[in-house]
């Protein structure tokens, strides 16, 4: 009932909103089957992200990476976006100004149709070559791990480990759209996550409008202007 009335509320906000920023987190793509990191049996609950999200475990065992990165990729090739992502493709199209943000790598926003996503992380369907740097997108299933490049080098995938820069410019494009925004949306992170999780607290020293959506309360969730609990796939098509 609580939720409902703050839905309610939230949905006037965003109907007055010309301009909205979005920034998502492994939570918009749980309900697809793609589990998250921090939360009920998250990769970082079970695994080391030192090992298997960092370039020097990257250097200390390309293989052990690589078994990691493409069994990620097999189950998110297997999944579809649900009605969360698909509910950000609807929003996109209402709105003057749109900016979408995410952590994930998994493409699950390109697939489901939004344009223009700008993302944070990388993109587990593009690999570089350690040598000549080419990047290229492959979804193949690759049987030998780590795979090559045709130049004989070895591949990576083009995802942001820790330690590692943010594509260029990405952080400094995403900061001036949730700046200048109207609204901004907050789904499915952990708000753990620097600089991702940065920009919510200059969404709120901006007097943006920040609408939280998540099952759990974060860090940030008693400053937010909405705090929407409950799963993205139910919550994002209801505040619609
Ligand atoms: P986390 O695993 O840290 O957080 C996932 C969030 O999603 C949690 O707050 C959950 O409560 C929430 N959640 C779970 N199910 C949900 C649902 N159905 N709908 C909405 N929310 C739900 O994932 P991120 O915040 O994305 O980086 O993590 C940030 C970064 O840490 C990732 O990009 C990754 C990871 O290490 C790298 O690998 C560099």
């Known amino acids: 009932m609580l939720v409902t009335t703050q839905i309610q509320q939230a949905r006037k906000v965003l109907l007055h ?17 793609i ?6 049996g998250g990769y970082w609950q079970t695994h080391r992200f030192e090992d298997l999200a960092t370039p020097e475990g990257f250097a200390r065992n390309p293989k052990l990476v690589w078994e990691f990165y493409e069994e990620r990729r097999r189950a998110m090739a297997a999944a579809k976006p649900n009605a969360g992502h698909l509910a950000l493709v609807e929003l996109e199209k209402r709105v003057r100004t749109f900016t979408l943000v995410t952590q994930n790598i998994d493409g699950l926003h390109d697939a489901a149709g939004s344009r223009n996503v700008n993302k944070l992380h990388g993109d587990i369907w593009i690999v570089r070559c350690l040598d000549c740097g080419k990047e290229r997108e492959d979804r193949t299933k690759f049987e030998i791990l780590p795979p090559k490049c045709e130049c004989g080098g070895m591949l990576r995938p083009a995802v942001v480990w820790f ?3 943010l594509p260029e410019g990405s952080i400094e494009r995403a900061t001036g759209a949730v700046a200048r925004a109207d609204v901004f949306l907050v789904v499915g992170t952990s708000a753990r996550v620097f ?8 969404a709120i ?4 409008k920040v609408i939280e959506i998540n099952p759990e309360v974060t860090d940030f969730s008693s400053e937010v ?11 994002l098509p209801a505040l619609l």
């Not at 909103?17 to 089957?33: K, W």
């Not at 589990?35 to 009920?40: A, E, V």
């Not at 909405?226 to 993205?232: A, E, H, Y």
Request: hydrophobic fraction near 45%.
């Open 17 to 33: 909103a010309r301009s909205i920023a979005v920034l998502t987190g492994a939570g918009v793509s749980a309900e697809s089957g």
């Open 35 to 40: 589990p998250t990191f921090r939360t009920n």
């Open 163 to 165: 330690g590692e820069m």
């Open 195 to 202: 600089p991702a999780a940065g920009l919510i607290p200059i």
């Open 205 to 208: 020293a901006a007097k943006v």
């Open 225 to 235: 202007d909405f705090m929407l609990k409950g799963p993205s796939a139910e919550i």
